[in-house]
């Protein structure tokens, strides 16, 4: 053909020189498009071949070359050859790529490094192998298989600027002599790729093949003979296993195996034995196990000859032996000698030949590799210089490096086991090669160090001379491995550096490495003690044996069938145990039964497999034999696809994480969950493996669909994984206190598996069809089975991850197992994310859409925008065709989203594509979509791992409807009722659309307040979501609850409106503003949670009022927690579209009259609520709808717990952590579990926290706190919910570490899934949703809390009695005073008064100190003594108000103070008193305490500012008659009457016009503070006048109190009764 380059080429591109000649126009500008292609068709053997004439430094990357079976005349050219599909294949850099893809990694020469001058060419062979050529050398094959017709690929890309056509020609002589060669070479091979009937090798398996002869001719493949031992074992099997004579036959299926030896025995028949490739399979494999087996329990070998140490040459055997060592070369010199004199004429296996040889550059060697005698100062060397170990472990970390005594040899395998670890330190073990003799090393420190000659792997990545050149080189970090793991290396004959860890590769760990390497080991870190291992647990013998299983069926390698046959067809296919089991286990009862022989040494290393694969339908049964109660944990069964026979054994079935799909590697059930490859797949799964007991049986089955069912006892518990393949074996593993386990073959009694198995999480595969008629079935969407290279799917299809996340960023395309239905809603939550790619190129999240190929016509690319047909993907926030964009700025932005974020997509009846972001309709995206549509997920950049949710699915009729429009789509409120509707009354830009469900602001940034149409009602949630934003405004949504009511407000709209909403202050409104709580525009907290303004379209924002008087925002229905307290009842929703916001709409609905009905029943009664002191308590007010569970503590705890009482008292016994605790039954649903706390310690700081967890404790290893669990935990700390150690709430409850000795604390699960908190028997409200069943309380009793105590149903607690929760006690509604009683009225137990532990009534009593106040004033007992600082006040579970006195009358509780109890003088009717009075409060100053004290009433001239001068009576036009029902009369005219004022609420009397601050110094802290006194006082009902305010004050003063009754006065002296001093500190 001729050398020219094809016209058509890159946009780039000009050709010259007769269209040899190719440049890339403006190399400096761009780096692509500069593709050529040949003239003509390459012909066979042709290399087409350029010079690189041009480069420049501008770019990195350089020539591409490869061949296309696309003609160039009608090719549209992309911009680089990578680019090319439809059959092409391109060599770049050193990585060979088809139609894109990476087929080899490691290839030939690093294109990108040839200079101009370089020359390069590519070649078709006449075998279809493509050739690549530099230099004139070749570089081997790069790929096999191409078709005839193929043009020649040039890509003139990066540094490449311009190259030449210098010829297109076979090649030289030279060459061709050495393609010959290789060709010959090759046909060679392909004939030893037959079956070897007899003649092989003198030498190298006589022994082997004896026995494979006598297996076969005795009928029995599972037996194979092994003659006692005669020599020492040898190091390595042969590396070639070419026959030197015998004849040869093709392969057959069945096969002929005539005898191998020349012996004649009485037992041999004289005719061949037919089988089968699989049979022969089988036969080798045992015979390979059983030899090395018998090598490591002190077998002889097979044959009768062996190696013979003292004879160099080669002899026969006296008896029909065969050569002692085979020759790798053909030299008879290089044999070595021996013969064999066990081998017996009459012996089947007498005419064995000699033990398998190691071979190594033609000489045998017994040369194992071992530790240098040289090594790092602490190392300890043993065991023959097997074992190293480093000294002083827990005082040095380094200094531990050891080398091997030799170099490393071609594909040898160097493994060590990690026998020891310490958990001092951080950094583990690494591992590597070194050009450094250990003899000449002057050792290191550590060896990454060494800046020279050395590659090490260190945690997960490759350093290289004490460098990083790979961060992130496997997903198994050494840092994480246990001890028992295998950590291995190899180094290629190649050049390569290959990793192992328990026994799997984890791939080409540096390319080219030095021809001469050794071993090194660094004891680093935790890294204490290793061995080294030399049998590899045979699977690495085993593995070598491939070219004779090739040999003997040129199927090896393909899935093996689900059964394994057997030469008799009346011999029953009995399951068994394979031979090959963990380290500790052992197999007896001829296969039947496995056991742990010492199981109270050890709980792990008790692995075993079936010896064969399980058909379909099979149960695998096994019964516990025996138990032993010193572990944790119990057995553990499942499945595997790998072979016992080369399976490198773990210590745990649950560590295999080998298989990179979800059809390949292990599935096992473990407890009550189910794990595939090391990963939990489902949390709560059947009866609980765990609890089992001896005689219990378990049992495993793969269906013919693919599903995997578990039994317990013969009963099924449903489907645990979906599309597991056909050929798995059984796997037990004997873990903690399961001993021993023996199969049952008798599985007659076990039921039939139920065909809908509806018991199980679905019923549906991932890859089965599904009836569109099935409307009533469960949700059968699925990922499909086929996915991008790096995409992994698990949870039976529900589940999408992408592996090696922080290496690789694309690859992880994943598509709908069937098309979408018209309306159906396809929807997934994003889990997992990861940080690696921010900033970067590939720093987009994910990317969504559909497309109209079929999974199994699809080939996944790298990302979902480079297939150019049929596919529509939203990419940030652009709408995507094909490929190219159609639409930029769509209403949502994908790049925005995190973990916990929902993205779905839906196809309407009319070919719209819809998107939702969590639950909220962004809009038609697109339109025109044909009507068959797969759903993609792109896993790309940052997002690592998405599932599918239970929204997806049919939606309801509106959806499928062509109307469709944004309220098509609600969200719907999780109470039933109307939907909200905004009042009419509004700000002046504001419009109303859509019959008052929708606002918008038609003008400037402010005047946008709207109000709810009605009054919330407690617990009602009221919600918008925001539609539309503008930009050039600052700023955002306001939103709040106010007493303002619209109906009140001016008819014109365009007045009585504040412009803002934190200008409104005609009445008490409470709102939010960004991140800041305001109350009538004054800050009240800042930092609340997330903040307003960073509201985009589509998210949700919501507000209600709690009926524990606080109002709580929800973002994104997340509860940010209260934003404020003591919020009013009569209160509206109200909004200020400020700013951005210019748009918003109703998504919640009015809460029904009968919604209560359905409400969960509720621990807390509200018995004790002013507004229904009638309602006395009704069965429905109890939780408890089932017998209560008796609770105790699970002897699996934390190591300084020690349990007594029944296990009903946990105590901490030394130290200040390591102190969790679980209770041994899950907590019911409405069941209050409760405990006090009996003991603290202050000499620590923090308390306790309290949780649940949701799966089961037995085997739970406990850390040292409980904020170090990390799956399925909800944590309650301080005042905050954690959830798996993420901090999700602030601000709930009260702070955990301020609890007393005495305090009880509960938590109860509702029956909607929410954890409570309960504080001494009061309800704190809903801590986190969606918790699990079963779930175990939670305690870790850290710092000062040293002992707990459970409250079981008959003992009374504070607040409750039983599980009922009590607010009156013994007493009536009039008895109550703040909440607590004192001597007839009801006070706290003196062990639960949360006084001791609180640090502000602490400060506040040692300033009562300094008034130096006679004690005789105040009351001895302590208890009495209240604190109303929010912590105190919330452990009591007080309410903000209560009522008193007869006729009842509100009164607050004085938050903010502190009170001490005064002595009650003794002529008073306290009984009375306290009873009918009424509650008030008196502010004064400091210096008018003793006297007011002095006189035990509130008299005139007390300098008090509520003292108003007297009043000189003036007859009837004067104030001189008494108030109405005032007892008193006034004996004298002329007397002064004194004229004191009160109220009932302290935010009155606590102003500083009336209680004066005065500053101090703490005498502990040395700090100043300012403080303020008062009184609270008993007020006898009559004695005094209700009236205004006299402060001018217009905002309200309290909500329950209007400024027109917020100030009594009195003059009756008798009238009032000092109850407690109040003191507030600031």
């Known amino acids: 053909m001729a050398a020219e380059l094809h016209p058509c080429s890159g946009k780039l591109i000009g050709l010259s020189n007769s269209n040899r000649t190719a440049q890339r126009n403006q190399p400096v500008q761009e780096f692509n498009h500069g ?224 005898p191998l030896t020349e012996c004649k025995s009485p037992s041999f028949s004289p005719s061949p034995i037919v089988l089968t490739e699989h049979q ?179 945690g997960c990545g490759i350093l290289t001379n004490g460098k990083g050149t790979r961060r992130e080189y496997c997903e198994f970090s050494l840092d994480e491995l246990q001890e028992g793991d295998h950590i291995g290396l190899m180094h290629k004959a190649s050049g390569a550096l290959h990793f192992y860890i328990n026994g799997i590769d984890q791939g080409v760990a540096a390319a080219q490495t030095p021809a001469v390497v050794y071993a090194v080991v660094d004891l680093y870190g935790m890294a204490v003690k290793v061995t080294i291992v030399h049998n590899h647990n045979h699977s690495d013998r085993l593995r070598r044996n491939n070219a004779i299983m090739r040999a003997l069926s040129p199927d090896v390698g393909r899935p093996r069938p689900a059964h394994s046959l057997t030469p008799d067809p009346d011999t029953p296919d009995r399951l068994l145990f394979h031979s090959n089991c963990g380290q500790k286990a052992a197999i007896i009862s001829e296969g039947r039964t496995a056991l742990r022989p010492h199981a109270t040494d050890d709980f792990n290393h008790g692995v075993v497999l079936s010896g064969r694969p399980l058909h379909s339908n099979e149960v695998f049964q096994v019964r516990i034999d025996k138990m032993v109660d010193k572990w944790a944990g119990s057995i553990e069964i499942g499945v595997t696809t790998h072979n016992p026979a080369y399976l490198q054994l773990p210590s745990t079935m649950t560590n295999l994480r080998s298989g990179n799909t979800n059809q390949s590697g292990t599935w096992m059930m473990t407890g009550n969950g189910v794990m595939h490859n090391g990963t939990t797949i489902l949390d709560e799964y059947g009866h609980n493996l765990d609890r089992l007991k001896a005689g219990d049986t378990v049992g495993v089955v793969r269906k013919e669909d693919g599903s995997l069912h578990f039994f317990v006892n013969g009963v099924a518990q449903g489907p645990a994984a979906w599309n597991v393949p056909p050929s798995v074996y059984a796997v037990v593993d004997l873990y903690g206190q399961a001993a021993q386990a023996t199969i049952m073959d008798d599985v007659a009694d076990l039921p039939p598996l139920p065909e809908d198995s509806s018991e199980g999480p679905t019923v549906m595969s991932p890859s089965s069809p599904c009836s569109v008629a099935g409307g009533n079935s469960a949700n059968d969407l699925r990922f499909h089975q086929l996915h991008g290279t790096n995409a992994v799917i698990t949870n039976g299809g529900r589940t999408a991850l992408r592996q090696n996340c922080r290496s690789e960023f694309n690859d992880a395309i994943v598509i709908s197992n069937r098309c979408l239905r018209d309306g159906e809603l396809f929807e997934i939550v994003i889990q997992k994310m990861v940080d690696r790619w921010s900033g970067s190129i590939e720093a987009g999240k994910i990317m969504a859409g559909v497309t109209a190929i079929r999974p199994e016509e699809l080939e996944f690319p790298n990302t979902m925008t480079d297939i150019d047909y049929d596919t529509w993907m939203l990419s940030g926030t652009a709408i995507m065709q094909d490929g190219n964009t159609m639409r930029n700025n769509y209403g949502c932005d994908l790049d925005t989203l995190t973990t916990g ?294 002897e699996n705890h934390g190591k300084n717990i020690q349990l007594s009482h029944e296990n009903l008292t946990a105590a901490r016994v030394s130290s200040y ?145 039983g599980i009922k929760a009590r607010c009156q006690g013994d007493m009536e ?39 130096t106040l006679p004690d005789g004033y105040f009351n001895e007992d302590a208890k009495y003594n209240l604190c109303y600082c929010e912590s105190c006040h919330k452990l009591r579970g007080d309410e903000s108000y209560y009522k008193r006195g007869e006729p009842p009358r509100d009164y607050a509780l004085p938050f903010g103070w502190c009170r001490f109890a005064l002595r009650i003088k003794p002529h008073c009717d306290v009984s009375n008193s306290f009873k009918q009075w009424h509650i008030a409060y008196h502010g004064t100053s400091v210096g008018a305490l003793r006297r007011t004290l002095d006189h035990a009433q509130l008299l005139s001239g007390t300098s008090s500012i509520f003292s108003v001068s007297p009043v000189k009576t003036e007859g009837s036009n004067g104030y001189s008659e008494p108030e109405e029902n005032s007892s008193n009369s006034l004996p004298d005219r002329d007397r002064e009457v004194p004229r004191v004022q009160l109220s009932p609420t302290m935010r009155y009397s606590g102003l500083e016009m009336f209680a004066p601050k005065v500053q101090f110094r703490d005498p502990r802290s040395h700090c100043c503070h300012q403080a303020q006194v008062g009184f609270q006082v008993c007020v006898r009902p009559g004695s005094y006048k209700v009236g205004p305010q006299t402060l001018g004050a217009i905002e309200p003063l309290d909500p329950r109190f209007s400024n027109t009754e917020i100030e009594w006065i009195t003059k009756d002296q008798g009238g009032t009764l000092l109850y407690g001093l109040l003191i507030r500190v600031e």
């Open 35 to 258: 593709l050529v292609l040949s003239r003509e068709p390459l012909k066979d053997r042709d290399v087409f071949t350029v010079r690189i004439d041009k480069k420049v430094n501008s770019w990195s990357g350089s020539i591409e070359i490869g061949v296309t079976s696309l003609d160039p005349a009608g090719l549209d050219f992309p911009s680089s050859a990578t680019g090319l599909k439809g059959g092409s294949w391109i060599v770049s850099g050193c990585s060979v790529l088809r139609d894109g893809r990476s087929v080899l990694e490691e290839y030939g020469r690093d294109l990108d490094q040839l200079s101009e001058g370089d020359r390069v060419g590519i070649q078709r062979s006449t075998h279809g192998e493509l050739h690549l050529w530099v230099n004139g050398q070749d570089c081997g094959a790069a790929a096999s298989g191409l078709p005839t017709g193929l043009w020649a690929v040039v890509d003139l890309y990066g540094k490449c600027t311009q190259v030449t056509v210098v010829s297109c020609e076979p090649p030289s002589l030279a060459e061709r002599d050495t393609e010959r060669e290789t060709v010959e070479e090759r046909e060679q091979e392909d004939e030893e790729e037959e079956v070897v009937v007899c003649g092989v090798r003198e030498g190298e398996f006589g022994g082997l093949t004896s026995a494979v002869n006598l297996a076969a001719t005795n009928g029995t493949l599972e037996e194979v003979p092994v003659l006692p031992p005669t020599h020492n074992r040898p190091d390595k099997f042969p590396n070639n296993l070419e026959p030197e004579t015998g004849k040869k036959i093709k392969t057959s299926t069945p096969v002929s195996v005539a």
């Open 280 to 458: 022969l399979f089988d036969v080798l494999n045992n015979a390979i196990v059983s030899l090395y087996r018998s090598e490591d329990n002190g077998g002889g070998d097979l044959g009768g000859g062996g190696i013979g140490r003292d004879s160099g040459t080669g002899s026969r055997g006296d008896r029909g032996s065969s050569s002692g060592g085979g020759s790798v070369n053909g030299n008879s010199s290089d044999s070595g000698g021996g013969t064999g004199n066990t081998g017996s004429v009459n012996s089947p296996a007498g005419g064995g030949g000699a033990r398998l040889g190691a071979v190594t550059g033609g000489m045998l060697t017994n040369d194992a590799l071992l530790f240098h005698e040289k090594c790092g100062t602490l190392i300890k060397l043993s065991n023959n210089n097997k074992t190293a170990e480093r000294r002083r472990p827990l005082d040095e970390f380094n200094n531990g490096v050891v080398m091997t005594n030799r170099p490393l040899r071609h594909n040898e395998m160097f493994e060590i086991r990690i026998d020891k670890l310490v958990d001092k330190w951080s950094g583990s073990i690494e591992i590597g090669v070194t050009t450094h003799n250990p003899n000449n090393l002057d050792y290191p420190a550590t060896m990454t160090n060494l800046r020279s000659g050395t590659i090490m792997m260190s």
């Open 901 to 1194: 974020s929902r993205i779905g997509m839906m196809r309407s009846a009319t070919g719209d594509l819809h998107y939702y972001i969590n639950g909220v309709d962004q809009g038609v995206a697109c339109t025109g979509l044909p009507p068959e549509v797969y759903a993609v997920i792109d896993l790309y950049g940052q997002c690592v791992q998405v599932s599918i949710t239970s929204s997806s699915g049919p939606q309801d009729n509106s959806l499928c409807t062509s109307n469709i429009t944004e309220r098509s789509f609600p969200i719907h409120s999780p109470v039933a009722g109307v939907a909200h509707r905004l009042h009419s009354k509004h700000g002046k830009n504001v419009v109303l659309l859509g019959e008052g469900c929708q606002a918008v602001r038609v003008g400037g940034y402010a005047h946008g307040i709207v109000f709810s149409a009605k009054e919330l009602k407690t617990d009602e949630l009221f919600e918008v979501k925001i539609d539309e934003v503008d930009d050039q405004w600052s700023g955002s949504l306001h939103m709040g609850l106010t007493t303002l009511a619209p109906p009140e407000l001016p008819s014109c709209p365009m007045s009585g409106l504040s412009p803002s909403l934190t200008q409104l202050r005609s009445k008490v409104t409470w709102l939010l503003a960004g991140s800041e709580v305001r109350r009538n525009g004054l800050l009240q907290r800042q930092n609340y949670g997330a903040s307003l303004d960073r509201l985009t379209v589509g998210n949700r924002v919501g507000v209600k009022r709690c009926s524990d008087d606080t109002m709580h925002v929800l973002i994104d229905g997340e509860d940010m927690g209260p934003a404020a307290t003591a919020v009013a009842k009569n209160v509206y929703a109200v909004l200020d579209l400020y700013g951005r916001v210019t748009a918003v709409s109703i998504v919640s609905s009015s809460v029904l009259e009968d919604a209560g009905s359905v409400k969960a029943p509720s621990l807390s009664s509200d018995s004790c609520s002013e507004g229904e002191e009638d309602r006395t308590p009704v069965e429905g007010d109890e939780p408890a709808l089932v017998p209560n569970t008796v609770m105790a503590f699970l």
């Open 1217 to 1361: 952590n390591q102190g969790l605790l679980v209770t041994a039954q899950p907590l019911p649903r409405q069941q209050l579990f409760q405990f006090q706390i009996d003991r603290l310690n202050a000499s620590w700081t923090s308390s306790l926290s309290l949780g649940v967890i949701g799966h089961s404790p037995d085997r739970l290893n406990f850390p040292s706190t409980a904020c170090c669990l990390k799956r399925s935990v909800w944590l309650l700390q301080r005042d905050s919910v954690f959830h798996n150690s993420l901090k999700i709430c602030e601000n709930y409850g009260p702070n955990l570490d301020t609890c007393p000795e005495g305090t009880v604390l509960g938590l109860l699960v509702d029956g909607n899934s929410c954890l409570h908190l309960y504080v001494n028997g009061m309800d704190q409200g809903v801590a986190a949703q969606d918790i699990p069943t079963p779930c175990y309380p939670l305690i870790d009793l850290y710092g000062q809390c040293e002992q707990v105590t459970i409250v079981t149903n008959n003992v009374a607690t504070v607040g409750g009695e």
């Open 1373 to 1411: 509604k009039a008895d109550m005073v703040d909440g607590i009683k004192e001597s007839v009225c009801w006070m706290p137990h003196p062990e639960v008064n949360p006084n001791k532990t609180c640090e502000y009534q602490a400060l506040c009593s040692r300033f009562k100190d300094l008034l």
